[in-house]
Each structure stands twice: as structure tokens, then as C-alpha cells.
């Protein structure tokens, strides 16, 4: 048994697209995931997130499945499109009002929201002016948070910029499986740079408004192991992904291997707007990688299955614990050990309701088990880690996946919208009550 810190934030993660639905209520504007969905092949099971876990209107009972696993924090993101449905412009009321509800609701049963601004689902409105690949879109994500820090600066007390921009610079502009699906190695650089930017001015905003808020970003940080002696490839994914982010945050820099293809949209100040104080880091740790150049594309590397043999989940994502460990070990050496959230892990495994109405997920619980106990090693050998968001509360709108692969500690069945906790959620409920593992 090891013992967590006392304090130690337990809660979970979820995020707009993937759970609200209610697409068309209450002036929501169209983003690009709603657009993306509409063309036949980019989501596996043609599906979209139009009702996905009808978190909209469900949302109190979803507070109670996180009170039953004594959650101390949410972390949610609020959709852009419902506060401004174009991505500009006047405010909708009904989508102010929409997370006050949620966020009252929270703060009466204890829960600490942790609010998200951007989980990827840019205005589309927003996307046909050039979405992040346009410099503008950078103050325009500014002015929402503005917005954001007036409405809730006093009610909120974290604030959290992006979720994984890595990911919508990659996997939606470069390798294209993600809105707005594009193959482009321009538009690669340009979105990382404008995505950081918006990082950067996005901070000051809210702290102009709400001096004493804690702010920080969330980067999804999977290391790159080196195991076929490609090193370049390696080393160019490790950059793209795990440090074209981070480091201009926290460093004010950008990786040294990444500097000529950016330069054309970094201007003179830029990286001082980028590199805030933070309160906090938001890692979300899955997996490792595997990469292989691949000269040409719009990348210029790809990513790698692990081999059979290994361990994986049924995303093909290896299960490799110990890796999460040295993660934060070289995170805390390389940033001067910032504090630190893994703000999301988790699995997709082949969950089943049986006959009984029960959801066994050994997997999930296992998986839990050992990255927890790698979180708990990192704390002993000195790492700032502060508290842990499991992804996710419920099965939800899996992206490119569609409903095909099932992250929740919840069972959602979709068709009735009942929700049942599976196995793992006793087995984390007993960790998050008992702070220990
Ligand atoms: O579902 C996603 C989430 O939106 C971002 N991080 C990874 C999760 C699992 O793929």
C-alpha cells in the first residue's frame, strides 16, 4: 500500500464534443467536429457527437456518479460555440447560463471544476476564416477567455487553456484523422505556433480579469522510444509532439530541431507572450510511441503500432507503466519540477453489460493499478505531482472512433441512456476515498 500526499486532487475528465450533445440547443454555433463527422469516412462508425452521453441535460446525474467515486475535482471543457456561436462576437446568453448551472451544481456538492477552454471543437465559424492556421484566431480565442474569466472568475479557481494542442496540430492538421482534416505540413507549423500563441495571450487575459485565478495548459506527452534505429524519426516526433508545446511554455523556446520550419510565423515578442507564469502543468500520459520517418508527407514521421507481442489496449496503445514513471522523472529535471496534474489516463478496453447488468473490466482496473503505482514512485523520487483526473467519466464520443471504443469508468448504454458503473469505478472509488493504493 502506498499512500498518496494528503490533499492529493482525485477526479475525473470528460470534455464537450464528446459528451454534451444537444448540438443544435440553445444558439449553439456549428463546430468543426460537427462538419468533420458529416463527411463519410473520417469517423469509423459514421457516427457524431450530436447526442453523444446527453450530458446537456443529464448533467446533475453525472455529478452524482462522481460524488458515489468521491471526486474532489472535474475537469470539463465548455464549448466556444455555445458563448460565442461563431467564434466572435456577442455573447449567448443561454450558454453562459448553461455552465453556471453545471458549475453551481458542482460547487454545491463539493466538486472543484476545473474549466477547460478548449477541447478542440473550434467554431466553424471560426475554421472558415482559416481556423488556428490564421494568426487572428489567437485573439479570438483571447477574447473568450476574457469572456470566460468574467463570467466564472469567481466561481471557478482553475482555468485551463488547451487540451492537448499537440493533437490538433498533428492529428488534425498534418496526419489528418481529426478535424479539420488536413495534410499540411504548413499548416502543422502554423497551428502549433498560433496554438501557442492563444496559450499565451489567453493567460493574460484571464489574469487581467481574475489576478488570483490558477491557470495552465494541458499537453498530451507520450515518450518516443527509439527501438528500430531510426533516431531521426524519433527525434522529430518526440519534438513535434511531445516539445513544440511545452518547452515555449515553460522554457520560451522552441525545440532547436523545429526552429527553421516555424520561423516563418514566430514574430519578434511572441515567445515572451507564450511563456506565462503557470500555476499549474496538465500531462496526459496513455501510452508510449514508436515512430518511422516517413520524408514527404506532411509530417515528415509516422507513428508506429507496437508489435504484437507487447502489451497494448484495444487501441493499439502500448501498456507500458514504467514509461509514465521516467516521463515525470525527466519532466521535473528538464522544467525545474513545475506542479504537476496528469489530467488524463486511461484505457478502451472490450467492455460488455452481461446479463446480470454488470460491467467487468479487469483490464481497466489493472491498468489503473499499475500507472497509479508509477505515479506514486514519481512522487517518492521528488516528482510536484498534485492530483490525478482519470479519462474518462463515461463512454463517450471517442473521436475519428466514434462509439467504438469505450474509455469510461461508466458504462453508457447508449440507446437508453442509463449509465452503470462498471467494475473500475468501485476500484478507483476505493483509492480516490482511501488516498492510497
Ligand atoms: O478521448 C481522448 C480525449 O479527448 C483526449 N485525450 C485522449 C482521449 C482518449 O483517446
Known sequence: ????????????????????????????????????????????????????????????????????????????????????????????????????????FLLKNNIEPWLCLNHWDLPQGLENLGGWRNRETAFRFAEYAEIMAQFFGDSVPNFITHNEP?????????????????????????????????????????????????????????PVVDWNRDSEGSARLDALYNRAFTDPVLLGTYPELLREELAPFVNNGDLETIQQPLDFFGLNHYTTMRARSAPGTAVGVEILP????????????????????????????????????????????????????????????????????????????????KGYFAWSLLDNFEWAEGYTQRFGIVYLDYPTQKRIPKDSFYFLKNIYQNNEI
Open 306 to 385: 507496437p508489435p504484437r507481442e507487447i502489451p497494448q489496449t484495444i487501441k493499439g496503445w502500448e501498456i507500458n507503466p514504467a514509461m509514465l514513471h521516467q516521463q515525470l522523472l525527466e519532466f521535473k529535471n528538464r522544467y525545474g519540477n513545475p506542479p504537476i496534474y496528469i489530467t488524463e489516463n486511461g484505457c478502451a478496453s472490450p467492455d460488455v453489460l452481461d446479463a446480470e447488468g454488470r460491467v467487468s473490466d479487469p483490464d481497466r482496473a489493472d491498468y489503473f493499478r499499475d500507472y497509479l503505482s508509477a505515479a506514486s514512485l514519481a512522487i517518492e523520487d521528488g516528482v510536484n505531482l
Open 166 to 222: 499537440n493533437v490538433v496540430a498533428l492529428l488534425g492538421h498534418g496526419w489528418g484523422w481529426h478535424a479539420p482534416g488536413l495534410q499540411d505540413a504548413e499548416a502543422v507549423m502554423s497551428t502549433t505556433h498560433h496554438l501557442n500563441l492563444a496559450h499565451g495571450l489567453a493567460v493574460s487575459a484571464i489574469h487581467k480579469t481574475v489576478p488570483d485565478a490558477n491557470i495552465g495548459t494541458v499537453i498530451a506527452m507520450q
Open 1 to 104: 500500500m502506498s499512500k498518496f500526499p494528503e490533499n492529493f486532487v482525485w477526479g475525473v475528465s470528460t470534455s464537450s464534443y464528446q459528451i454534451e450533445g444537444a448540438v443544435n440547443t440553445d444558439g449553439r454555433g456549428p463546430t468543426i467536429w460537427d462538419t468533420f463527422c458529416e463527411v463519410a469516412g473520417n469517423i469509423v462508425d459514421q457516427t457524431n457527437g450530436a447526442v453523444a452521453c446527453d450530458h446537456y441535460h443529464r448533467y446533475p446525474e453525472d455529478i452524482g456518479l462522481m460524488m458515489e467515486l468521491g471526486a474532489k475535482a472535474y475537469r470539463f471543457s465548455t464549448a466556444w460555440s455555445r458563448i460565442q456561436p461563431e467564434g466572435f462576437g456577442a455573447v449567448n446568453q443561454a450558454g453562459i447560463d448553461f455552465y453556471k448551472s453545471l458549475i453551481d
